[in-house]
């Protein structure tokens, strides 16, 4: 095995480098080893006769080729994933005896992986859906997995009905259209048929759901978890990625066209961002409910449709992930690696939340099938970094050559060994939680009530918010074929708003629900995006630039760079572009290869030979920008371009001559990132 470290390194990237091979500069061998003479040609009989069986080095090759695919995930298939490591920032010893959250400043190794849930594993990454926010802590105690995603809350109450939501929202199976999306009948039949579903979809509907970024988006363990102290005292929790960037999402229209302009868009975002050095960052908080206090919430704190509004149980920040280190190969990595929510350590326990409860079944028995066999845990990036001992054995593809006589327990030949471990020594002790009842197929009444943090989530959100929502209802209904499924649907979300609910039915052409709505008024802010971290850093602008463009630009380029923001050249052709002094920039693109959807804003310079061409292209950037209320800036000739369009003077539109003033008006807007209040022309 070869290669070599790769920055950031960490234990599990030291554990990894003994799997590492590098072909480059090596002789081609079969698979046995043996020197390979010739890769051109197969056996023949004769140059123009059929080939022969025995071309072992062809049939080698084609066999493994013909296996190369595994089934992909039956959700969450289409992912993208990297490496870090987790800062702790204070103990939490108070709370939980999980060695990972004991020392401040200690370090974890971490692999994330981000995911869509409905589309197949080559599907446009920008579809309306749940983003998976997966990541697996390489801890001295094992491997904890936190497979959580980027909405706090879930469709179902209970995983018994987890393939029924998932048939319905997957294409329809008589034509397998549309591929990852829910706009169609049996998606929203299931919504309407099952109303548990009803806060999720407020979340799904809104701009949550078309995140601008992986490194934008809050990350959420969902279920709700134990804490457990040295004490053996246990708390009830749950688990938040906050990202340091904020929670920034694109809209609509954008999403679409960018699955056609770019359906790798977010996969790129996340390598490119963490080859140049920025590194994401998510910090992670945790919400604790003291066990005593199980039942003073107007809602069930084990109810995975219900949040714990940050307002009523604070979020406690406690330590940093950094995502530092892209992958070698996305097949080894990103696709064999196995995430389950049973992974847990000491100091993390389980609930009764019925969905949590059923998924710690179903992950496991999922790799099965995907992964071919009972070694999974063997697969470089699976393995933890600590040393594991037990009595399993064999299976397909077992690498690990055990050896010794004995492979049971108990036994006297090994001197009983492997051993199990005294909780003293780190055994993992389930919590002894009194459970008392009979066996019943039902749910509690605490889980009936399906409307008030729908309700709550729509108070919550801005008026640009509560439009986005609104359309975002019309398009998914629009596309269902079926009128009585939009009917249902519409009155369903009369319980929710009946401001909602109408404009909706206007737009989808059924009854407008004339009952309805909440005298509720509670909100919590912190579920709008209007009150997210704002900053320019990472932000793309587009520099539109034409010949003999004024020489000051190219100075405000620089001064961009320096904010944080990243300007990329668009021009007519690639290659240099000349300013007015005979000095010259080069073109990244041109308005072929590039287009406004890619970027977070764009900076007009225009330049004094512009051609018709240029104007036109550059018109047609400018105004779809615009149309996604994205900030503007123009300087010199550009400023033509913006007041030939009408765009000057509007909200989000920067211009002006004098550099140092340009740059800190232009790079606040690009902070905002979108001006909701702009007239869209
Ligand atoms: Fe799940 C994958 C997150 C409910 C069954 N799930 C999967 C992944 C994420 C989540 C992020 C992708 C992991 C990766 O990147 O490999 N799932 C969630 C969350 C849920 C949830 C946050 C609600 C709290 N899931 C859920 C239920 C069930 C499953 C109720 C079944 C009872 N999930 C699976 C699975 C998958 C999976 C079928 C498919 C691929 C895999 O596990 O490894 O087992």
């Known amino acids: 095995m070869s290669g070599t470290f790769k920055r950031n390194s960490n234990k599990k990237d030291e554990q990894l480098q003994k799997f590492r091979s590098n072909d480059r500069d090596k002789k081609m061998t079969t698979n046995q080893g043996l020197p390979v003479s010739e890769d051109e040609f197969s056996l023949k009989a004769g140059e123009r006769g059929p080939t022969l069986m025995e071309d072992f080095h062809f049939r080698e090759k084609m066999t493994h080729f013909d296996h190369e695919r595994i089934p992909e995930r039956v959700v969450h298939a289409r992912g993208y994933a990297a490496h870090g490591e987790f800062e702790l920032y204070e103990s939490m010893k108070d709370y939980t005896k999980a060695k990972f959250l004991q020392k401040p400043g200690s370090k974890t190794p971490v692999f994330v992986r981000f995911s869509t849930v409905v589309g197949s594993r080559g599907s446009g990454e920008l579809a309306r859906d749940v983003r998976g926010f997966a990541t697996k802590f390489y801890t001295e105690e094992g491997n904890y997995d936190l497979v959580g995603n980027n909405i706090p809350v879930f469709f179902i109450q209970d995983a018994i009905k987890f393939p029924d939501l998932i048939h319905a929202v997957k294409p329809e199976p008589h034509n397998e259209i549309p591929q990852a999306a829910t706009a169609h009948d049996t998606f929203w039949d299931f919504v309407a048929n099952n109303q548990e579903s009803a806060h999720m979809i407020m979340w799904a509907?809104?701009?949550?759901?078309?995140?601008?970024?992986?490194?934008?988006?809050?990350?959420?363990?969902?279920?709700?978890?134990?804490?457990?102290?040295?004490?053996?005292?246990?708390?009830?929790?749950?688990?938040?990625?906050?990202?340091?960037?904020?929670?920034?999402?694109?809209?609509?229209?954008?999403?679409?066209?960018?699955?056609?302009?770019?359906?790798?868009?977010?996969?790129?975002?996340?390598?490119?961002?963490?080859?140049?050095?920025?590194?994401?960052?998510?910090?992670?908080?945790?919400?604790?409910?003291?066990?005593?206090?199980?039942?003073?919430?107007?809602?069930?704190?084990?109810?995975?449709?219900?949040?714990?509004?940050?307002?009523?149980?604070?979020?406690?920040?406690?330590?940093?992930?950094?995502?530092?280190?892209?992958?070698?190969?996305?097949?080894?990595?990103?696709?064999?690696?196995?995430?389950?929510?049973?992974?847990?350590?000491?100091?993390?326990?389980?609930?009764?939340?019925?969905?949590?409860?059923?998924?710690?079944?179903?992950?496991?028995?999922?790799?099965?099938?995907?992964?071919?066999?009972?070694?999974?845990?063997?697969?470089?990036?699976?393995?933890?970094?600590?040393?594991?001992?037990?009595?399993?054995?064999?299976?397909?593809?077992?690498?690990?050559?055990?050896?010794?006589?004995?492979?049971?327990?108990?036994?006297?030949?090994?001197?009983?060994?492997?051993?199990?471990?005294?909780?003293?020594?780190?055994?993992?002790?389930?919590?002894?939680?009194?459970?008392?009842?009979?066996?019943?197929?039902?749910?509690?009444?605490?889980?009936?009530?399906?409307?008030?943090?729908?309700?709550?989530?729509?108070?919550?959100?801005?008026?640009?918010?509560?439009?986005?929502?609104?359309?975002?209802?019309?398009?998914?209904?629009?596309?269902?074929?079926?009128?009585?499924?939009?009917?249902?649907?519409?009155?369903?979300?009369?319980?929710?708003?009946?401001?909602?609910?109408?404009?909706?039915?206007?737009?989808?052409?059924?009854?407008?629900?004339?009952?309805?709505?909440?005298?509720?008024?509670?909100?919590?802010?912190?579920?709008?995006?209007?009150?997210?971290?704002?900053?320019?850093?990472?932000?793309?602008?587009?520099?539109?630039?034409?010949?003999?463009?004024?020489?000051?630009?190219?100075?405000?380029?620089?001064?961009?760079?320096?904010?944080?923001?990243?300007?990329?050249?668009?021009?007519?052709?690639?290659?240099?572009?000349?300013?007015?002094?005979?000095?010259?920039?080069?073109?990244?693109?041109?308005?072929?290869t590039a287009d406004s959807v890619l970027f977070d804003a764009v900076y007009v310079v225009g330049g004094a030979k512009m051609s018709e061409k240029f104007q036109q292209d550059a018109s047609y950037f400018v105004k779809e920008a615009y149309s996604h209320y994205k900030p503007i800036g123009a300087t010199h000739q550009g400023k033509h371009l913006l007041d030939m369009n009408k765009l000057t003077g509007n909200a989000g539109v920067v211009t002006g001559d004098d550099a140092g003033n340009f740059v800190e008006k232009f790079v606040e807007a690009v902070a905002e990132h979108r001006f909701w209040e702009r007239k869209i022309l």
């Open 205 to 592: 509907m809104s701009d949550r759901a078309i995140p601008r970024s992986f490194r934008m988006m809050e990350g959420f363990g969902v279920n709700t978890f134990r804490f457990i102290n040295e004490e053996g005292k246990a708390f009830f929790v749950k688990f938040h990625w906050k990202p340091l960037l904020g929670v920034h999402s694109v809209v609509w229209d954008e999403a679409q066209k960018l699955n056609g302009k770019n359906p790798d868009f977010h996969r790129q975002d996340l390598y490119e961002s963490i080859e140049k050095g920025d590194y994401p960052e998510f910090e992670l908080g945790v919400q604790i409910i003291n066990e005593e206090d199980e039942f003073m919430f107007d809602f069930d704190i084990l109810d995975p449709t219900k949040i714990w509004p940050e307002e009523d149980v604070p979020v406690k920040i406690i330590g940093k992930m950094t995502l530092n280190r892209n992958v070698d190969n996305v097949f080894a990595e990103t696709e064999q690696v196995a995430f389950h929510p049973g992974n847990v350590v000491p100091g993390i326990d389980f609930t009764n939340d019925p969905l949590l409860q059923g998924r710690l079944f179903s992950y496991t028995d999922t790799q099965l099938i995907r992964l071919g066999g009972p070694n999974f845990h063997e697969l470089p990036i699976n393995r933890p970094v600590c040393p594991f001992h037990n009595n399993q054995r064999d299976g397909y593809g077992r690498q690990t050559i055990n050896v010794g006589q004995v492979s049971y327990h108990n036994n006297s030949l090994a001197k009983n060994t492997p051993s199990p471990a005294s909780e003293e020594d780190g055994g993992y002790v389930h919590y002894q939680e009194k459970v008392d009842g009979r066996k019943i197929r039902a749910r509690s009444d605490s889980f009936k009530d399906h409307f008030s943090q729908a309700v709550l989530f729509w108070n919550s959100m801005s008026n640009a918010e509560k439009e986005h929502i609104k359309n975002a209802f019309s398009f998914e209904l629009g596309m269902c074929k079926e009128k009585t499924v939009r009917q249902q649907v519409v009155d369903m979300f009369a319980n929710v708003s009946l401001e909602l609910a109408q404009a909706v039915a206007k737009n989808v052409g059924v009854v407008p629900p004339e009952t309805g709505g909440s005298s509720m008024t509670k909100a919590s802010p912190a579920l709008s995006q209007e009150n997210t971290v704002k900053k320019p850093d990472t932000r793309k602008i587009a520099v539109l630039i034409s010949e003999g463009f004024d020489q000051r630009a190219g100075e405000i380029i620089g001064e961009l760079k320096k904010k944080g923001t990243q300007p990329v050249i668009i021009s007519e052709e690639q290659g240099l572009v000349d300013e007015e002094n005979g000095m010259a920039i080069e073109a990244d693109h041109t308005f072929l």
